[in-house]
C-alpha cells in the first residue's frame, strides 16, 4: 500500500483512537439508538422533528465510526527520531523567526496529531518539512503563502 493511504501516528494516539471508537460503537451508539425509539414512539414519522435529528445523530455516528476505523486500519506507527541532534517525529523544536524575532516552541507529530494551536505541527506541513532533518544552529527556510520565512532552530528535545 502507498504511503499516502498510511497516516502517522504515535502509538499512544492509537490507543486514543481505539479508546474512542469502542466508546462510539458501545456507549454512543446505545444512546443514538434510545433516542431513535424514543422520537417513534411520537407517532407520525414525517412530521416528527425529534425522529429526523435522532437519524441525523445516527449517520454523523456512523460516519465517525466509519473515519475512525479507517484511520486505525491504515495507521503507521511512528517511533521518535533515532538522531537526537536533528529535528524528526517526536522533537520538540524551540525556533526563532528572524524576522520578527519570535521565539516558539513546536512538537513534530503525524499529521493525524497536529494541531498548531497548541503547538502541535505535522511532518507534513510546510514548516514540519522544513525543519525535519535540520540541527540547532541551522537555519532553515519555509514556503508559505507570504513567501519565504527564515528561522533559526534554537533547541531540539526528545
Known amino acids: 500500500m502507498a504511503d499516502s493511504n498510511r497516516y502517522k501516528m504515535s502509538a499512544q494516539h492509537l490507543e486514543e483512537l481505539k479508546t474512542e471508537l469502542h466508546f462510539l460503537k458501545t456507549v454512543r451508539e446505545k444512546e443514538v439508538a434510545e433516542q431513535i425509539k424514543e422520537a417513534r414512539s411520537f407517532g407520525d414519522l414525517s412530521e416528527n422533528s425529534e425522529y429526523d435529528e435522532a437519524k441525523t445523530e445516527q449517520g454523523k455516528l456512523y460516519s465517525k465510526i466509519a473515519e475512525i476505523e479507517d ?10 527520531s533515532e538522531d537526537a541532534n536533528k529535528v524528526g517525529i517526536g522533537s520538540k523544536v524551540t ?13 513534530i507529530v503525524g499529521s493525524q496529531e497536529a494541531n498548531p494551536l497548541t503547538g502541535r505541527i505535522s511532518d507534513d506541513s510546510p514548516f514540519g518539512r522544513g525543519l525535519f532533518g535540520h540541527e540547532a544552529g541551522e537555519i532553515v527556510e519555509v514556503e508559505a503563502p507570504m513567501g519565504v520565512l527564515k528561522f533559526e532552530i534554537i533547541s531540539i528535545e526528545k
Open 71 to 80: 484511520l486505525i486500519e491504515h495507521a503507521e506507527i511512528t517511533e521518535d
Open 95 to 107: 525556533v526563532k523567526d528572524l524576522e520578527l524575532g519570535t521565539v516558539e516552541k513546536f512538537k
